[in-house]
């Protein structure tokens, strides 16, 4: 009944209107997911040394983390740099928000050799990120995983995994804990 006294109030034109409005402050929200991130952050990195191979090496990397908002937050970039007993990793990670999908990628690149990974596709959904995508991984195609959870003011955990069998299973090969630094 109450259904019936709202679509009588707003019409069939009222309604398409009140659906787009909601639809535009969801997208106008989830442009905004990353601005938790904003700032400066501790990092500590754990990377599988060789993923998919079976073995269970992880070396650690300790560094930071700079996350800026580009473009009034329709993207940001990640500025890392971490180092350990294995040698450095510098990298930059570009997310891009598209407002048709309400969806993000996100592009990272090791300046060691300046390529862009494959991006992954994703989005938030009740205070956890999830994106996908696929990649190579010495030659042989993997999909590709990556979580952001744990969000609080001043910490998230990152994780990315691999899959060679299409979704099947994964493997975790990366996982990132960022503490704020005020």
Not at 66 to 72: A, E, H, N, S
Request: aromatic share 10%.
């Amino acid at each position: 009944m109450q259904r019936l006294s709202t679509m009588g109030r707003l019409g069939c034109g009222g309604l398409f209107a009140a659906a787009f409005a909601l639809s535009s402050a969801a997208a106008q929200d989830a442009q905004h997911d990353f601005d938790f991130e904003f700032g400066t952050w501790k990092t500590e990195v754990r990377r599988l040394a060789k993923p998919l191979s079976g073995a269970q090496e992880w070396i650690t990397y300790r560094g930071t983390t700079i996350v800026r908002p580009l473009l009034g937050g329709r993207s940001n970039v990640a500025e890392l740099a971490i180092e350990g007993a294995s040698g450095r990793i510098d990298g930059i990670s570009l997310r891009l928000y598209d407002p048709a999908t309400q969806q993000w990628s996100l592009n990272f690149a090791n300046l060691r050799n300046g390529l862009l990974t494959a991006p992954v596709v994703g989005g938030f959904h009740d205070g956890r990120g999830e994106f996908h995508g696929r990649d190579e991984l010495d030659g042989r195609p993997v999909r590709v995983r990556f979580v952001i959870s744990d969000l609080t003011r001043d910490g998230a955990r990152f994780e990315q995994a691999f899959s060679a069998d299409e979704g099947k299973t994964w493997e975790v090969n990366w996982i990132a804990t960022d503490t704020r630094i005020r």
